[in-house]
């Protein structure tokens, strides 16, 4: 199992330790360093500032939402990165949510969100691949357009630039078992949301047979510390957050997937706390055994304990959320 750093995206300023923690992984042989966003910094900027800084650690989006660029834009700035960091880019998409879709984007949020997924990976991969012109018979992207109050003077195109690796692998964050299954039939890689090692099932049944070389990639936090308590909060923190905001009350895919892995109750106290303005309420009504089992927290020998489950599934990469340099140099220590 590899390891990864994952830096999130930007809160009210820049992360000021990003590229020092970026830069220690790399000391330290993690694989990959991953940044995200979600409606303030944008993932592929700060990637670009930490390529700049570094040298041989891989480089991933987890995740660039497909809704803030077409398929093409988003080709682009893979190509681009790639190029200029020597072939380090992986592309981590994700699809979001209709609040994010429809509320910041000022798109509709797909109806058929598997189909407007698959044509989006189809036009990336179409462009790096740069074989021919890009068309796509499309009900989400089509290429060129051809819509009614469209001008009817679109042609087919492909990049003037040479891609530096046409097979730029694409990995795909999804939480839905359909999804989930799609994921590993055009894709690269995953990048699971909240997985717990001791039940892979709640994303169903094609974890148990991936295709070979499938790259599986998710988050947890990880931190060395004596009070496991206190180590959660700030887990409890996120999952408060993704499962009380990060959607309408009526169709949240993270507190779907939350109740889907046994806590539906607390899901749905934790959007009643969060969406009544009670944000503090919410995070401490996130159980503490639902954001342990996602987590790497506490002691180091309580860590290498629970580590060896993470090891023994279908996990290729683990993208540490790490706080601090010393997390990352014993998490390295006990991964070797």
Not at 66 to 81: D, G
Not at 96 to 114: H, I, K, M, N
Not at 142 to 166: A, N, W
Not at 251 to 272: I, K, P, S, T, W
Request: net charge neutral.
């Amino acid at each position: 199992m590899r390891l990864g750093l994952a830096l999130g995206y930007w809160g009210r300023g820049p992360g000021t330790d990003h590229v020092p923690l970026a830069r220690e992984a790399e000391r330290l042989g993690y694989d990959s360093v991953w940044t995200a966003e979600s409606w303030g910094s944008d993932a592929f900027t700060p990637l670009t500032w930490i390529a700049a800084q570094t040298s041989t650690i891989r480089l991933g989006t987890a995740v660039a939402q497909m809704a803030a660029r077409s398929p093409t834009a988003t080709a682009m700035h893979a190509l681009t990165l790639d190029h200029l960091s020597g072939g380090r880019m992986m592309l981590g998409l994700g699809l979001s949510g209709p609040q994010v879709v429809e509320g910041w984007y000022g798109r509709p949020f797909p109806a058929s969100p598997l189909t407007a997924t698959r044509e989006y990976v189809d036009v990336v991969r179409q462009v790096l691949r740069r074989e021919a012109p890009v068309e796509v018979d499309g009900r989400f992207h089509p290429l060129p357009y051809r819509g009614p109050d469209g001008t009817g003077l679109g042609r087919p195109l492909k990049p003037i630039t040479h891609p530096l690796r046409p097979d730029l692998p694409v990995l795909l964050g999804a939480e839905g078992p359909r999804n989930v299954a799609q994921t590993a039939r055009i894709a690269d890689g995953w990048l699971p949301l909240y997985w717990a090692p001791g039940r892979p099932e709640v994303y169903g049944e094609v974890v148990r047979a991936l295709p070979p070389g499938f790259l599986v990639a998710p988050m947890a936090r990880v931190q060395v510390c004596d009070d496991v308590a206190e180590g959660l909060l700030p887990v409890k923190a996120m999952l408060g957050f993704y499962i009380g905001g990060m959607g309408h009350a009526s169709r949240n895919f993270h507190a779907d997937l939350m109740a889907r892995m046994g806590y539906e109750a607390q899901a749905r106290r934790v959007q009643q706390l969060f969406l009544a303005g009670r944000r503090r309420e919410a995070v401490l009504a996130v159980p503490d055994a639902f954001a342990d089992e996602i987590s790497l927290v506490g002691p180091r020998e309580r860590i290498a304990e629970r580590l060896e489950l993470w090891r023994k599934g279908p996990v290729t990469h683990l993208l540490a959320m790490a706080p601090d340099p010393h997390t990352l140099r014993v998490l390295a220590e006990l991964n070797s």
